[in-house]
């Protein structure tokens, strides 16, 4: 499971974070609700030996990549245990302390820090409404967070993403962001136009230097026979110019749109489907009807958003 990990201790010493820590971390960093905080610092001490040498391993993955592209692609972990399906969590709180120093060689603020680790309660939420206990089963997702890649500005997250010699921003959406508005989308591409080449010269010259993209199921155009025109997912997804040739259908979103339109950890008949508000009986209808969704990979068209020409302001 974990033969592609760096070994024990490889890059830099770990101490794994203590019951105390991971509580205060949860709360004072991650907005974690109280009872997450609670279950994540009784199981820290439930772990195996070789459960906290995989946590070690994750680790070592984290700090040899700081400022890397991506995200890395941790294995799936063993979740058949609270302690199991938090393994994940332990070397992300403990990797807070390389971001942070991190963001401070790039000049980012620590409210940008604070900013982003906050995602990490949100998908532990997720996961409770999923599965009915603490769990953080995309951990390896916040490595994107820690290593210094990804960062939220406003409504949006972007990360680094690419090659070192050819990045681009991928755009990310998350759940208790509040609207999607068009309004709220320009304020955040604006404000990541001036972050990053701040930030991260190397990357990002200058700000006409940065390609946008988003794969998402939300850039699937069926959702235009199914969702109301005025809609801020149709208004949202028409701001990007669609990658590779209309047969392309890009890969199957049915997995994501149960998790993350629907809350449900396994697939359900369509009858089963919740529709307690618009987009989820809009999508159940489509299951309903045998629509196969998509994730669709679209680059973002700056004169769509901005209504002209746009040229970035240098400050």
């Keep these: 499971m974990t033969t592609d990990l760096p070994e024990i201790d490889s890059c830099k010493p770990y101490r794994h974070p203590d019951r105390s820590l991971i509580y205060n971390r949860l709360l004072e960093w991650c907005n974690a609700d109280v009872l997450d905080a609670q279950e994540a610092a009784e ?3 439930q772990l195996s030996a070789e459960q906290l040498d995989t946590a070690n391993r994750l680790y070592q993955d984290i700090v040899g990549n700081m400022g890397g592209t991506g995200w890395r692609q941790w294995p799936k972990m063993p979740g058949d245990t609270i302690p199991g399906a938090l393994l994940g969590l332990y070397p992300v709180l403990a990797a807070l302390d390389d971001m942070v120093a991190f963001h401070r060689r790039h000049n980012v603020n620590q409210v940008h820090s604070r900013r982003i680790m906050s995602d990490v309660g949100e998908k532990l939420r997720l996961n409770r409404r999923l599965y009915h206990r603490a769990g953080l089963d995309v951990a390896f997702w916040f490595t994107g967070h820690v290593k210094g890649t990804l960062y939220q500005l406003g409504r949006l997250q972007y990360c680094i993403e690419g090659s070192s010699t050819a990045p681009h921003l991928g755009m990310h959406i998350r759940e208790e962001g509040g609207p999607l508005t068009h309004e709220g989308i320009g304020e955040s591409v604006e404000a990541a136009q001036q972050f990053f080449p701040k930030a991260f010269p190397d990357f990002f010259p200058g700000p006409d230097d940065i390609r946008f993209t988003c794969d998402s199921w939300l850039l699937d155009p069926q959702l235009d026979d199914w969702l109301p025109r005025r809609s801020n997912i149709r208004s ?22 149960r998790r993350f339109a629907f809350s449900l950890p396994e697939p359900v008949p369509s009858a089963q489907l919740p529709r307690n508000n618009s987009l989820r009986k809009a999508l159940a209808e489509g299951f309903d009807a045998d629509v196969q969704w998509k994730s669709r990979m679209g680059v973002l068209n700056l004169e769509k958003l901005f209504g002209k020409p746009f040229s970035v302001r240098r400050s």
């Design 43 to 45: 199981a820290s001490s």
């Design 236 to 257: 949202f997804a028409s701001l990007f110019d669609l990658i590779g040739p209309e047969e392309n259908t890009g890969r199957d979103a049915a997995s994501d749109l």
